[in-house]
């Protein structure tokens, strides 16, 4: 069974600062791996997803996360933080495919400071 | 990526009566996956529904409780049954089309009374 780790529900940095989001999981196949992205009374959006190739993938509003199998992470990285960033971070991992389930982590809620 | 229609988008529904969710997607998929999140928390995966045949509940989920139906392959329901407060969350259907990651419907706001 596939399953995700989100370490820290609650994360806090000042405006311009680095954004770490860190993300494990587990899965008995190789997994595809997804960060989505909910802010305050809206819907899940997609922030970038890695399925096979390249190990570090790019997303929108300037979010990376590397694909590292030894470590079996999945960690999202923004090099600097604006104020629009405050909101919840979920990620995920599924078997890939579109009849294979999406297993989502607890969600690390993103506070960004003045 | 694929566009879902959901609704309602919010409901306010006296405890043991039933209310039956509609996601409408734009293009034909072979699943179609049903998620709760209650307030303050992540996603949980109720059910798999495959077109023609029964949907396939995780673990804590039943049919009783959430029937499923899938008449074609653009088209699914989810009645939450015999309400109780508990049952207060925002429902979310999704879909995953052509490799380019799951798409949600915007979810139905679902509070119990």
Redesign the interface.
């Known amino acids: 069974a596939q399953s995700v780790t989100q370490l820290g529900s609650h994360v806090s940095v000042s405006e311009g600062a680095l954004v770490l989001l860190r993300c494990n999981y587990s899965s008995s196949v190789p997994p595809y791996l997804?960060w989505y992205v909910q802010y305050p009374n809206q819907?899940?959006q997609?922030l970038l997803?890695y399925?096979t190739g390249a190990t570090l993938v790019k997303g929108i509003n300037g979010f990376e996360a590397e694909f590292k199998k030894s470590e079996t992470s999945f960690h999202l990285t923004k090099p600097s933080a604006h104020m629009s960033d405050a909101a919840e971070y979920?990620c995920?991992v599924?078997e890939g495919?579109?009849?294979?389930?999406?297993?989502?982590?607890?969600?690390t809620l993103l506070a960004v400071q003045p | 990526s694929a566009v879902i229609s959901q609704k309602p988008s919010r409901d306010i529904c006296q405890r043991g009566t039933s209310l039956t969710i509609q996601c409408q997607v734009d293009s034909q998929v072979t699943m179609m996956f049903w998620y709760r999140q209650q307030p303050g928390q992540s996603l949980t995966l109720i059910a798999t529904a495959n077109q023609g045949s029964e949907a396939t509940y995780e673990s804590g989920f039943v049919i009783d409780k959430f029937p499923i139906s899938r008449p074609n392959l653009t088209f699914s329901t989810l009645t939450v049954s015999n309400m109780s407060p508990e049952d207060s969350s925002i429902y979310l259907c999704s879909v995953e089309v052509n490799g380019r990651g799951y798409t949600f419907g915007s979810g139905t706001r679902l509070t119990v009374v």
Do not use: M, Q, V
């Open positions: 997804f819907g899940l997609l997803k399925t979920f995920a599924s495919g579109a009849t294979n389930k999406l297993i989502f982590g607890t969600g």
